[in-house]
């Protein structure tokens, strides 16, 4: 076998196809919804306040529904799954999500449902 002649590129900055780059090494990747779904009020809530902090325009005209991503490549490489893509699979996946919380005084990883 003969050695690639061009430099490889780091594969953590590239984004594949039908990824999206948010910025700051965050990309989403594939898959997401085609058409835009309605949020819990709680997701709304959320989301608004995202939007009042960022002082983004056209708060009033946001439907309250949005496109959910299956996964989020993190700055640091690692891949974050949303709990919408594990629902959809048809396997019976491991329960490999897990959440560390860390405030000031604690630390604690707990499993999600």
């Known amino acids: ?19 999206k ?7 989403l990747l594939h898959v997401c919804q085609s058409t835009a ?3 819990s009020e ?3 809530t959320a989301i608004m306040s995202l939007w009042e902090e960022k002082n983004w325009p056209n708060q009033d ?11 989020l ?12 893509s594990e629902s959809r699979s048809r396997r019976n996946l491991r329960k ?5 919380f860390r405030d000031n005084k604690n630390e604690e990883t707990v499993p999600c449902s």
């Not at 490549?73 to 919408?84: E, H, K, M, V």
């Not at 490999?96 to 560390?100: A, E, F, L, R």
Request: charge should be positive.
């Open 37 to 39: 779904a309605d949020v």
């Open 61 to 71: 005209r946001w439907p309250r529904a949005v496109r959910r991503w299956a996964r």
């Open 42 to 44: 709680p997701e709304a």
């Open 96 to 100: 490999t999500t897990m959440v560390k």
């Open 1 to 19: 076998m003969m050695p690639t002649v061009l430099p490889s590129e780091d594969k953590s900055t590239q984004v594949p196809h039908g990824g």
């Open 73 to 84: 490549r993190l700055p640091n490489g690692q891949i974050a799954r949303s709990r919408w």
């Open 21 to 27: 780059n948010l910025g700051n090494g965050y990309v």
